[in-house]
């Protein structure tokens, strides 16, 4: 049979095609090929939120419930950006009780749930204690919430052996960071009714979860209207303490502070550090006792119940967002009480804000500053009417 010259070209392609298939199904190869795949993993289920974002609930669930005592746990409420997805994933060391996770992507960053998701997938302790939502803005032609696909690979190996390098090629969002909307994703969404709002990159004291769990059965069951309210503290030394020992070492060889002590104490500062040294160390067991509220600068860091008022998500970024809380907090005839024993640390002593920082904070201000301000206090008067005398004047 004659052959055509056209047909003579075919010949190099079909051979080319069935070497590699050859190399493709080849015992040493063809595992090493697929666990370069990425499959997919899951696809969630993402729904509309004040017609601005699309919000995935539930995207991971811890697996265990921390109730094996009978008593409600207390659920860390952290949030971020995947620039923070380092420091999560060390989280479950430093506290045992369950995590709600709020992270906040767009499309730069959206590579985030795939490593995310994988990470729950091939670490135990993550899994165990982590819940993670996520949510992204959506465009001006957007009308409803997509289905989001989720990838990773076959197997935890490839994984573990990729995750930093993966984690170096998932960029940071671009977008004015959503903060009282994401703490407020993160206790929606949380698997307790007790939540702790606090920032991811603070660290806990030893043992936190399980010494304020029974405190805080006791004071906080969202009708009575009482908050727990916990100490911060920050040192710049590469060790950071974590007991309550180590802490008091720290605060009399000056390597501990209070927290933004050089920076916005007044937002920061509680009252009294000797007398919560004393009272911590006349009872082996956490206990709480009233304090003031001391203006419409504070944003001290609470546990509260799911029934108990959230952060004002209309509040722009970085100018007083959890102030507003803690405002409302008082103007609703919310008691504030003092943890005993327990405290966070940050590692890094603040003395400015980052130019990153300020130039957010400058742009959210001439965003709608008076306009927020004016919407808030009528809201807040018009709901809470008797208690100005209490709390004073909130101010921007």
């Not at 015992?27 to 969630?44: C, G, H, P, Y």
């Not at 702790?196 to 059965?217: E, R």
């Not at 020992?245 to 937002?267: A, R, S």
């Not at 709480?288 to 600068?297: K, L, Q």
Request: proline share 4%; aromatic share 12%; with cysteine.
């Amino acid at each position: 049979m004659r052959i055509f010259p056209s047909k003579l070209k075919i010949f190099p392609l079909l051979l080319a095609l069935l070497v590699f298939i050859f190399w493709l199904f080849s015992d040493s190869k063809q595992s090493d090929f697929l666990e370069e795949i990425l499959v997919i993993q899951r696809n969630v289920t993402t729904v509309m939120h004040d017609e601005q974002f699309c919000v995935g609930y539930n995207f991971l669930e811890a697996e265990d419930t921390f109730r094996e005592d009978g008593l409600e746990p207390v659920t860390l409420a952290i949030h971020g950006t995947p620039e923070v997805l380092q420091l999560l994933g060390n989280k479950p060391l430093n506290w045992d009780g369950p995590i709600s996770f709020g992270l906040f992507v767009d499309f730069h960053s959206q590579k985030a749930l795939n490593y995310i998701s994988m990470l729950h997938k091939c670490d135990a302790a993550f899994k165990r204690q982590m819940t993670v939502h996520f949510a992204f803005r959506i465009s001006p032609s957007q009308s409803e919430c997509p289905m989001i696909q989720v990838l990773g690979y076959q197997d935890c190996a490839t994984f573990l052996q990729k995750s930093k390098q993966l984690l170096e090629e998932i960029e940071d969002s671009f977008q004015i960071y959503p903060i009282n909307l994401m703490r407020n994703i993160a206790r929606r969404g949380a698997k307790s009714d007790l939540h702790l709002i606090i920032d991811t990159d603070m660290m806990m004291s030893t043992n936190f979860a399980k010494m304020v769990k029974p405190i805080a059965n006791r004071m906080i069951d969202g009708k009575n209207k009482q908050v727990l309210v916990v100490r911060r503290f920050e040192t710049n030394e590469n060790e950071l303490p974590m007991s309550f020992g180590d802490l008091e070492e720290g605060i009399e060889n000056h390597k501990t502070f209070q927290f933004h002590h050089k920076f916005f104490f007044v937002g920061h500062q509680i009252p009294n550090l000797m007398e919560w040294f004393e009272r911590s160390h006349a009872s082996n067991d956490v206990v709480a006792w009233e304090i003031p509220y001391t203006g419409n600068d504070w944003e001290v860091q609470i546990i509260l119940h799911r029934n108990d008022p959230y952060n004002v998500e209309y509040f722009p970024s970085r100018v007083k967002d959890m102030q507003s809380l803690i405002y409302k907090l008082c103007r609703a005839n919310y008691t504030f009480n003092l943890l005993s024993h327990v405290f966070n640390v940050h590692k890094g002593i603040k003395e400015d804000d980052t130019m990153y920082s300020k130039v957010v904070t400058a742009h959210t201000k001439r965003q709608g500053r008076l306009r927020t301000l004016s919407r808030y206090v009528t809201e807040i008067d018009r709901k809470y009417p008797d208690t100005m005398k209490r709390c004073g004047q909130f101010l921007l």
